[in-house]
């Protein structure tokens, strides 16, 4: 069995890994050549007058964390993550896959879906025994090796890893869930999930990341997605990051649709101390149609960059991207969105608004969306807002008797709840205004407690995007510092 690695990151130790692993000689060699493109790709430093976050991830010290740390309890799970479990996001379920730090230590499928061919392992055991449909489908298509310098570090240290392959034909309707738990210090993660679904086939899939490092220690989550949509297939993806704030993560998401084929991303990103996301819809069939939903909440001094594309490649294809947030202490949100129509994407829809809601002077984020368009018969059109609560609407709360801190509470529950009737998990929708209230207040009761609907019981109208205060301009006392960390 291969214990924990060395500190640091090196050719001789991916080879101790892969040896540690009896990996086949392909899945070796794919490893030395991420690790040779790691080493020759430069970090990526972000562009000159954003808000420094790539920037920020570089200063990381890499070479101080374990590359290699498995679990050391065999399948019980930590009571901490037994209690975190208890607030499930799904009730029915038709299998669960959990990874512990670098090794995945449950696994459990229906028998039915078993019987029909679908299959859920880990991403080791799929190397060895469903080779074929890995070594066609891993890191090559959906996000190659070269995509960034920590794809290749990734590609190179991958351990653990969750494999999904659902058959053609096969509906799978109760979701599968996914958890990841990360408890050691001082050590680097680079889970892996690859999602194969086979032509008319469909398939939900939760994800969920949570961690219990103790205070003072950081630690690394290198994580990639990889969902591959056949002819006219239906993938829906569920992600809820709940990591603790001495954890810098970054996760590249991809998804690459055939004919007809539909991925929906519902990405919620509450938790890290420095949060990278980039996440993509490569849309190549004709006729298939991709959606993003995302959601984030940034306190004290979180910094995220969040990144993605809709990239269309075919006749009559669409693409819709949502993103909404909240910003308060000191934290910085950067979002960057792309539309690119390739020349052949004719009779194309694509959508792009992200919205940033600020609630401390300190806070900034930067939203800037994109179009790329080489084709002259589509319909594409994006946007973004970034603010201030409109005093306006706080005073109206205001002179009917809330106090400040609730009217601002009122306010963001009214923000974010479109975007939150548009996540298909109630449970889901449940643990965000839970996660989103505790946040802003510190506490909670329940649910019917402490989020209302804004509109309904006091009849605030434009509680979306237009809660967002656009004119005011911070006075010159009141420019906010830049901290590196």
Not at 78 to 86: C, I, K, L, M, V
Not at 228 to 240: H, I, M, P, T
Request: charged content about 25%.
């Amino acid at each position: 069995m291969l214990n924990t690695l060395a500190p640091g990151f090196s050719r001789a130790a991916v080879e101790e890994l892969s040896r540690g692993k009896s990996e086949p000689e392909w899945m070796l060699q794919k490893r030395l050549h991420a690790w040779d493109t790691y080493e020759k790709t430069p970090t990526p430093l972000g562009r000159r007058g954003d808000l420094g976050t790539l920037r920020a991830f570089s200063n990381f010290p890499f070479e101080q964390m374990t590359s290699y740390s498995p679990a050391q309890t065999g399948d019980v799970l930590p009571t901490s993550f037994e209690q975190a479990r208890q607030e499930g996001l799904v009730d029915e379920r038709s299998g669960t896959i959990i990874q512990h730090n670098s090794s995945v230590i449950r696994i459990e499928l229906n028998e039915e879906l078993r019987q029909q061919g679908v299959i859920l392992t880990d991403l080791e055991t799929a190397v060895r025994e469903h080779a074929d449909l890995v070594q066609q489908h891993f890191m090559t298509d959906c996000i190659p090796v070269d995509s960034n310098k920590y794809t290749a570090l990734h590609a190179a240290f991958w351990s653990g890893g969750i494999f999904l392959y659902v058959p053609k034909g096969v509906e799978i309707t109760a979701p599968i869930l996914s958890q990841v738990w990360l408890d050691a210090p001082d050590a680097a993660f680079f889970s892996h999930t690859l999602i194969v679904a086979d032509e008319m086939s469909s398939v939900r899939f939760v994800t969920e990341y949570s961690s219990g490092v103790e205070a003072g220690r950081e630690t690394l989550l290198d994580d990639v997605v990889e969902v591959y949509a056949k002819n006219a297939s239906s993938v829906e993806f569920s992600n809820l990051q709940e990591l603790g704030q001495n954890i810098w993560n970054i996760t590249n998401k991809n998804a690459v649709f055939a004919k007809d084929a539909s991925v929906t991303f519902v990405l919620a990103e509450l938790g890290s101390k420095v949060n990278i996301t980039n996440i993509g819809a490569g849309l190549k069939g004709s006729g298939s149609a991709g959606e993003l939903v995302g959601v984030f909440f940034t306190d004290h001094d979180q910094r995220f960059a969040i990144s993605s594309l809709s990239n269309h490649d075919a006749v009559s294809t669409n693409a819709e991207t949502l993103v909404k947030g909240v910003l308060t202490d000191t934290s910085r949100v950067e979002f960057d969105g792309m539309i690119r129509i390739q020349p052949k994407a004719q009779q194309t829809a694509s959508f792009l608004s992200a919205h940033a809601l600020l609630l401390s002077k300190k806070s900034r984020a930067e939203l800037i969306p994109g179009l790329e368009i080489a084709a002259n018969e589509v319909s594409a059109s994006h946007g973004a807002t970034s603010g201030q609560i409109d005093e306006e609407q706080l005073f109206y709360l205001m002179v009917r008797g809330i106090a400040r801190p609730e009217a601002e509470r009122i306010i963001v529950q009214g923000f974010f709840e479109p975007v939150l009737q548009r996540i298909p998990l109630e449970n889901m929708r449940a643990r965000l205004r839970r996660g989103i209230v505790r946040r802003m207040s510190g506490e909670y009761e329940s649910e019917a407690d402490t989020w209302v609907d804004a509109q309904e019981r006091w009849e605030i109208e434009g509680v979306d995007e237009h809660a967002i205060s656009l004119d005011k301009k911070p006075d010159s006392d009141e420019e906010i510092q830049l901290n590196d960390y």
